[in-house]
């Protein structure tokens, strides 16, 4: 069994899927979220492994995040590494993701779709240097929202309440630690840090209408001439190539 | 003649290539562990609703009494453990189909969890909490894995003495929990895994929130 071999063939994606009046699913993981699944672990391990901190929200469903949060710090089985997790809570979650995240970090949201504050947070971890993975039902996200989607294709809205969410963190939880046992697969290919188009987040726009604003990517902070996209504010979000912002992206939302 | 050479160095370095070769096949045997996990917590979770099922429909009926004489649900529980009481509150008090009900998790206030803990010990920072907030028509909703942690066991032999209605959920084989007179209905998922446990517990949750809902008496409802 090959993963490139597109699983997704067999998943509920043609809309077949229907949850079970009980509450449990017919197929609690199709092959295709399983394969999403261990993407996502083996991206997490190698990420752990370089140093990264794993960062958890919920807006709408706290206790998710603080439970993933403890899974991975305290772990159920003895004998297994605690991790760096920790949750973000509060009124401004985005503003505290900021300050909290730094580059290589990873930022898992367990949040529905259209969850205002995750996406935005899901738009702006690239300038922050941060991995992402977003776990949730219904609707997904815009294609590419995140690093790993790991969906689950049920309508119900009270999919969250009934244990599905908390299997998917504990698999992911589980197979992590399962990637550390191998850990000369723990060093995967360096991502590609190309100068065309990196995404950048305003820290200072000039003090004139044009010039070099302070900006936030995820090699640091730089000053970029933002002449071409101006006027800027604190927290745009623009695309920087060689030194220079040529485009915004703060106005794409998803649809 | 570079490929060539290639090929004739490639076993120089086997570790390249089979790090490659294994990457695909450790993400094949994570996927196929994962679905056999997800299909024994579905196993387990229709066998814990089969098992249960009588005493979801009882519990279930005695916590609508409670809520509809004025009653508050308290729960509670340590880890992950408070975190699913707490998703358990929040189903009951924000859901998005039905009546909320008033129900709120104990570990929720930093301030009253770490002063208990400090002052007077972590195993009273549920049951001082019962003492000060509870009254006799409410419900006090314990969740854990092993059955057995004496916060819980101590807060529900507490709501117990003040008349309030006892519910517990336990793994494993109960542990103290399914034993102790204090404890009106005792939800027991019979797993040795924690995750598990919890995964089935969750689902037993949503049965019981589903099963007070239907048994809200017809007064309590608006009118439409």
């Known amino acids: ?255 | 003649m570079s490929s060539v050479g290639a090929e004739r160095t490639g076993f120089l370095y086997p570790f390249i290539q089979r790090d490659e070769r294994d990457a695909e096949s450790l993400l094949a045997d994570l996927a196929t562990s994962a679905r056999a996990k997800a299909r024994e917590s579905a196993a387990l979770q229709r066998a814990t609703l089969a098992q249960c099922a009588a005493l979801i429909e009882v519990a279930g009926a005695a916590m609508a009494e409670r809520f509809a004489e004025g009653g508050r649900m308290f729960t509670f529980g340590n880890g992950g453990s408070s975190t699913d009481a707490a998703t358990l509150a929040g189903l009951f008090a924000r859901p998005l189909d039905g009546r909320p009900l008033p129900a709120l998790s104990l570990a929720a206030d930093q301030a009253v969890v770490t002063a208990l803990g400090n002052d007077v010990g972590f195993e009273l920072v549920f049951s001082r909490q019962i003492i000060a907030h509870a009254h006799a028509r409410d419900i006090a909703v314990a969740i854990s894995t092993s059955g057995s942690s004496d916060d819980l066991l101590s807060a529900l032999a507490e709501a117990s003495r003040r008349g309030l209605l006892t519910i517990g959920f336990a793994g494993y084989d109960g542990g103290r929990m399914a034993a102790a007179p204090e404890v009106d209905h005792c939800f027991v998922v019979a797993s040795q895994s924690v995750h598990r446990i919890q995964e089935s517990q969750a689902l037993l949750g949503y049965e019981l929130w589903a099963t007070v809902q239907r048994h809200l008496p017809a007064r309590g409802r608006r009118e439409r």
């Open chain 1, 1 to 255: 069994m090959c993963p490139g071999a597109s699983p997704q063939a067999v998943g509920p994606d043609g809309g077949t899927a229907v949850s079970a009046p009980t509450g449990i699913a017919p197929d609690l993981l199709d092959t295709g979220l399983a394969a999403d699944l261990a993407d996502a672990a083996l991206s997490l391990a190698r990420l752990f492994h370089a140093g990264a901190t794993l960062w958890c929200v919920s807006p709408r469903w706290e206790p998710h995040a603080h439970h993933v949060a403890v899974e991975f710090v305290h772990p159920v089985i003895m004998g297994k590494r605690a991790l760096p997790a920790l949750t973000i809570t509060g009124p401004d979650i985005v503003a505290q993701a900021r300050v909290s995240a730094r580059t290589g970090d990873v930022i898992i949201a367990v949040a529905a779709g259209d969850d205002p504050a995750v996406g935005e947070i899901m738009r702006r971890a690239p300038a922050w240097g941060a991995h992402t993975l977003w776990i949730g039902s219904g609707g997904r996200p815009a294609r590419g929202a995140a690093d790993h989607v790991l969906w689950i294709d049920d309508p119900d809205p009270l999919a969250p309440a009934t244990g599905r969410f908390v299997l998917l963190y504990h698999l992911l939880w589980e197979l992590t630690h399962v990637c550390f046992e191998h850990p000369g697969l723990l060093t995967g290919p360096a991502a590609e840090c190309a100068d065309e188009g990196r995404l950048a987040e305003v820290v200072e726009p000039p003090g004139r209408t044009y010039g070099d604003a302070l900006v936030r990517t995820a090699t640091g902070e730089e000053r970029v001439d933002v002449t071409l996209v101006a006027p800027v504010s604190a927290g745009d979000l623009v695309l920087v190539h060689a030194g220079a912002a040529l485009s915004r992206r703060d106005l794409e939302v998803a649809p």
